[in-house]
């Protein structure tokens, strides 16, 4: 069972490091909240371990202040099998010394586990992470230093992982990457001299802490007792010399304001979010622009809701600009990657920056020697910094798994660039900031109040259907993502003109189905989609500028015209957010989900 998740440790000589990796984790909690656990090392004491299935948010870093400068941790979102206490990490050694979290797969565990086990090894859990505590028992028998034991055991897996090992003999943290993000933060005194590190799956988790960073890249591995640091290549042993970066940007606080949820308060910040997506170096925009002009294949990837700002995009760049991009999901872009050459142009769109789907095309892209675009949230992310260009979305920390303001921040990006690319960016940039006034104005708590009782009306149905035509396809794909990962409704995306080669035998007296409409040339089109669902028995409710006989609700939105995918969309995310709540379930942490998906 391997494991996606969030790690963070931290060495040096601060006294309450139990304390500061409880605190540090609960900012990682976004890449996985099935489990959690900590293990530290207290005076003349062995390891300690604590761990519990549940969030990591609900725990009180108080009662792990025990004096300790040592401690790693972890927050888990499993792939595979059961979430139970013993599965969470850290795991130990045999003899109790080393212990250690991971996040990706160990693909050849099984295979380790049973030499393990042959050699006399117990294992506690059904992780393919306990393999490595033990290995690395294992390789000290033939090394005289911890480090090299990880070096050792290391180069014997396969697979993507960050491994992050502490030995209570040597009062060291060796950390190991070959796919998974790790990143070290150095805590300095006002006289320069070091007082600690820290090293975690994101920089949010020591931000508090430090804003000066080390990346470690694919194939590096990092060896520290707290007062110095080396990173070598994990294969060689060879030093890496490595340049320490100040952080200029700041991780604002997890806060909800005035909001119950995340979720609610991310869906009314598009109202400012929209527009700071607009606001990029207009000179880079035009760059990019005749990139795309210019390059033999485009290609824009993505997973989950951002690959359906890529299907929207697709629609944007032939509606606008009359020019045929290539869309994937990422996970899926492997039967094309023979179409890639040096002439080709990949946009990766994702809001974590660290999905790893994503990671994998970006990486084939580049070793087919085609030009990367990333279209990212997350500064400072694996995708952000591995890019040949970046664009930045600046739509702020987006915490709710739910992507909403990420989503339309793509979007708007994806417009302007296809603006660009006729040269009219002015044009392109008018209509976008038109539009995020009209949000402004839709978003008022009596349109919220109104969007509460829609929900209220539906909110006890198992099966809900939602059509759209045109970049309002794409835009029901994604409204069935939102209601789906919420409110656990079984919910479908379809195109209008698909319904009567299939679908429509689902639809039954009484189904709610949402169809998603513009005043464009294909408003005749999805109407008459609405009327055949409607013939059915079905409950129309209409999201469109205008209202229509056909709708049993209507739910009115502005007239947008080249964004109005971005205005349809935003009702929907209301209402999502609104059936969650009215059945109960909570729409920041869903079941089954994490924010970042860092395993494939
Ligand atoms: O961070 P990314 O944008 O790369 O994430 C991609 C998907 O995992 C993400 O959009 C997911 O589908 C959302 N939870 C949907 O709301």
């Known amino acids: 069972m391997s494991a996606m998740c969030g790690i963070f440790g931290y060495v040096g000589s601060r006294e309450d490091a139990g304390k500061i990796v409880v605190d540090g984790l609960k900012h990682l909690e976004y890449r996985g909240y099935d489990s959690w656990g900590i293990s530290y090392k207290c005076e003349d004491e062995l390891i300690k371990i604590e761990k519990e299935t549940g969030k990591i948010s609900s725990v009180n870093s108080n009662d792990f202040c025990q004096k300790s400068s040592i401690a790693i941790a972890h927050t888990r979102w ?10 969470a990490h850290p ?30 090894y117990n294992f506690a859990s059904e992780t393919d992470s306990e393999v490595i505590p033990h290995l690395i028992q294992e390789e000290l028998k033939s090394c005289s230093d911890f480090s090299t034991a990880v070096r050792n055991a290391c180069k014997r897996f ?38 600690g590190f820290f090293i975690a799956s994101d920089i949010p988790a020591f931000m508090e802490y430090s804003k000066t960073v080390q990346y470690l890249d694919d194939g590096e591995m990092v ?3 707290g007062n110095k640091i080396v990173f070598t290549d994990l294969e060689t042993g060879e030093e890496h010399p490595k340049r320490e970066i100040e952080i200029t940007w700041n991780a604002e606080k997890a806060n909800k304001g005035e909001y119950d949820h995340f979720m609610l308060k991310e869906i009314m910040e598009q109202k400012d979010s929209v527009a700071r997506a607009v606001n990029q170096d207009e000179e880079q925009i035009k760059t990019i622009a005749n990139a795309i002009r210019n390059a033999k294949g485009t290609f824009l990837i993505g997973c989950g809701t951002a690959h359906k700002s890529c299907m929207a995009g697709e629609y944007f ?16 872009f492997k039967p094309y990657h023979h179409f890639l050459q040096p002439e080709s142009l990949v946009i990766v769109v994702s809001q974590s920056g660290e999905t790893a789907d994503v990671l994998e095309a970006m990486n084939i892209a580049k070793e087919k020697g085609s030009k990367v675009l990333a279209i990212v949230n997350v500064e400072g992310s694996t995708i952000a910094r591995e890019a040949d260009y970046t664009l930045l979305i600046n739509a702020g920390p987006e915490r709710a798994v739910a992507s909403t303001k990420a989503l339309t921040g793509q979007m708007a990006v994806l417009i302007l660039i296809a603006y660009a690319m006729i040269d009219k960016l002015q044009d392109g940039k008018k209509q976008l900031l038109d539009a995020t006034a009209l949000i402004n104005d839709m978003l008022n708590p009596r349109y919220i109040d109104f969007l509460r009782g829609v929900a209220g009306q539906i909110h006890t149905h198992e099966d809900l259907y939602i059509i759209g035509k045109s970049w309002n396809f794409p835009m029901a794909l994604e409204s069935a993502i939102k209601i789906q990962e919420v409110s656990y409704i079984h919910a479908e995306g379809f195109a209008g003109s698909e319904l009567k080669h299939g679908p429509i035998a689902l639809v039954e007296e009484g189904t709610p189905c949402i169809a998603l409409i513009g005043n464009d040339e294909l408003k005749g089109d999805i109407i008459g989609n609405t009327i055949e669902l409607k013939a059915r ?54 079941r089954n989900l994490a924010k970042s998906v860092t395993v494939k």
């Open 158 to 195: 396969e697979g993507r992982f960050a491994v992050l090992a502490m030995d209570s003999n040597s009062q060291t943290l060796v950390a190991a990457r070959t796919g998974s993000p790790l990143i070290v933060g150095v805590e300095k005194a006002d006289n320069g001299k070091i007082d």
């Open 537 to 590: 028995g079905a409950k129309i409710i209409g999201i469109a500028p205008e209202n229509n006989e056909v709708f049993d609700t209507w739910i009115k939105v502005p007239d947008a015209a080249a964004a109005q995918a971005i205005i349809n969309i935003i009702p929907v995310q209301v209402l999502s957010y609104f059936l969650a709540v009215q059945r109960g379930k909570d729409p920041d942490m869903p």
């Open 317 to 332: 760049f032939s509606i606008i600009a009359q020019h045929h991009v290539n869309v994937s999901s990422a996970g899926e």
């Open 223 to 225: 060896v520290t007792d």
């Open 78 to 87: 499993a792939t595979h099998g059961g979430v139970s206490k013993c599965n």
């Open 91 to 120: 795991h130990l050694s045999e003899d109790g010394s080393i212990s250690v979290v991971h996040n990706g797969i160990i693909e050849n565990y099984q295979d380790l586990r049973n030499e393990l086990k042959n050699k006399g």
